[in-house]
T-cell receptor, first 111, second 113 residues
Framework: GQQVMQIPQYQHVQEGEDFTTYCNSS?????IQWYKQRPGGHPVFLIQ?????EVKKQKRLTFQFGEAKKNSSLHITATQTTDVGTYFC???????????FGKGITLSVRP | DADVTQTPRNRITKTGKRIMLECSQT?????MYWYRQDPGLGLRLIYY???????NKGEISDGYSVSRQAQAKFSLSLESAIPNQTALYFC????????????FGEGSRLTVL
C-alpha cells in the first residue's frame, strides 16, 4: 500500500537556526498536506499543495511539492521556540482516496 | 466551544470492558474520521464515514466498530478492550473529500489496564 515516510523522527535545533524536513511517498500523490501538533495538542492543518513544483509560504515556513509529486519539504527559517511540535505530512491520491499520514517529525528548539 | 468535541477526554478501563468514544461536530461537515495516535507511529485511520449511510474501514479497523448516528455524531466503540488499544484517539471532520483539510478534535486518551 501507499507509504509516506518522514525521517528522522526527531530533530533538535538551536533557536535561530533554519530547519528543513522532508516527506517521501512510495507512489505519486495528487496532493499533500502538512499538519502541526503542539505538545499535548491536536493536529492542526497548515497547508495543502496540489501542483507539481508548487511552493507556498506562510511567514517563516516554506512548503514545496516535488516535480514528480512524490515528495515534499517543509523549511522553517530562523526557528523560534513557538515552532516546537510534531510536523506531519499526509498524502492523498485524489478524490475519495484515503489520506496517508507520515509518522511525523518532532522538532525541539533550544533557546 | 470547540468545533469538534470528543468525550471522554481521558478514560482508564480494564481489559475486556466495552468502551465508547464519542465525537460531535458543529462544522456541518459530511465526512468524519477516527484516527489512532501512538508514539512513533503517527496517525493511523481506523474508520471513516462520508455521510450518515456510509461507513468505511481504515487501515486498522480490527477490534473497533463505529456508528454514525447523525451528520454531526460519529462514535467509536471497543467491544472488548485490550491493553494494546491504549492510545490517543482523534476524531476529525472534513468538508470536501478525503483530500480536504481535516479538522481534529482535542483527542481522547484511553488507557486499558
Amino acid at each position: 500500500g501507499q507509504q509516506v515516510m518522514q525521517i528522522p523522527q526527531y530533530q533538535h535545533v538551536q533557536e535561530g537556526e533554519d530547519f528543513t524536513t522532508y516527506c517521501n511517498s512510495s507512489t505519486t500523490l495528487s496532493n499533500i498536506q502538512w499538519y502541526k501538533q503542539r505538545p499535548g495538542g491536536h493536529p492542526v492543518f497548515l497547508i495543502q499543495l496540489v501542483k507539481s513544483g508548487e511552493v507556498k509560504k506562510q511567514k517563516r515556513l516554506t512548503f514545496q511539492f516535488g516535480e514528480a509529486k512524490k515528495n515534499s519539504s517543509l523549511h522553517i527559517t530562523a526557528t523560534q521556540t513557538t515552532d516546537v511540535g510534531t510536523y506531519f505530512c499526509a498524502g492523498g491520491r485524489g478524490a475519495n482516496s484515503k489520506l496517508t499520514f507520515g509518522k511525523g517529525i518532532t522538532l525541539s528548539v533550544r533557546p | 466551544d470547540a468545533d469538534v468535541t470528543q468525550t471522554p477526554r481521558n478514560r482508564i478501563t480494564k481489559t475486556g470492558k466495552r468502551i465508547m468514544l464519542e465525537c460531535s461536530q458543529t462544522k456541518g461537515h459530511d465526512r468524519m474520521y477516527w484516527y489512532r495516535q501512538d508514539p512513533g507511529l503517527g496517525l493511523r485511520l481506523i474508520y471513516y464515514s462520508f455521510d450518515v449511510k456510509d461507513i468505511n474501514k481504515g487501515e486498522i479497523s480490527d477490534g473497533y466498530s463505529v456508528s454514525r448516528q447523525a451528520q454531526a455524531k460519529f462514535s467509536l466503540s471497543l467491544e472488548s478492550a485490550i491493553p494494546n488499544q491504549t492510545a490517543l484517539y482523534f476524531c476529525a471532520t472534513s468538508d470536501y473529500d478525503l483530500a480536504g483539510e481535516l479538522f481534529f478534535g482535542e483527542g481522547s486518551r484511553l488507557t486499558v489496564l
